[in-house]
C-alpha cells in the first residue's frame, strides 16, 4: 500500500514538474484530472512494464539496461493517448519527460536512513 502511494504521488510530481520544466509537455487539468491521470499512469506502469520487460529483455540485456528508457517512452506516450490533459509534442519533449519521471521516481523510492 505504501508503495503504490508512493507512486501515485512520483507520478503526480512527475507531471507538474513536467509541465513547468519540459518545453512541449503540457497539462491542463485540475487536482482531480492530476490525481486521475497519476493513477491511470501508476496503473499502465504496474500492468505494462513487466510484461514489456519480460519480451524485451534482450534488447535490454543488449543495451546494459538503456532500453528501459525507450519502454519507459513507451508507456509515457501510451499514457498521453489517453485524453486527460497531458500532451507531450515531439520525440525530445517524450524523452526529456521521461527522464525525468525516471528520475523523480528513483528520488522518491531510495531508502530513507
Given at each position: 500500500m505504501k508503495n503504490l502511494l508512493l507512486n501515485l504521488l512520483a507520478n503526480m510530481f512527475g507531471i507538474l514538474i513536467a509541465r513547468h520544466?519540459?518545453?512541449?509537455?503540457?497539462?491542463?487539468?485540475?487536482?482531480?484530472?492530476?490525481?486521475?491521470?497519476s493513477f491511470i499512469l501508476m496503473l499502465i506502469n504496474s500492468l505494462l512494464k513487466p510484461i514489456l520487460k519480460a519480451i524485451l529483455f534482450p534488447f535490454i540485456l543488449l543495451?546494459?539496461?538503456?532500453?528501459?528508457i525507450a519502454i519507459n517512452m513507451l508507456l509515457?506516450?501510451?499514457f498521453t493517448q489517453i485524453?486527460?490533459?497531458?500532451?507531450?509534442?515531439g520525440i525530445i519533449a517524450l524523452l526529456n519527460a521521461t527522464?525525468?519521471?525516471?528520475?523523480?521516481?528513483?528520488?522518491?523510492?531510495?531508502?530513507?536512513?
Open positions: 520544466f519540459v518545453p512541449g509537455f503540457s497539462f491542463q487539468g485540475d487536482i482531480l484530472l492530476l490525481l486521475e491521470g543495451s546494459l539496461g538503456l532500453f528501459t509515457l506516450w501510451i485524453p486527460l490533459g497531458v500532451q507531450i509534442e527522464l525525468l519521471f525516471s528520475v523523480i521516481n528513483f528520488a522518491l523510492h531510495l531508502p530513507v536512513l
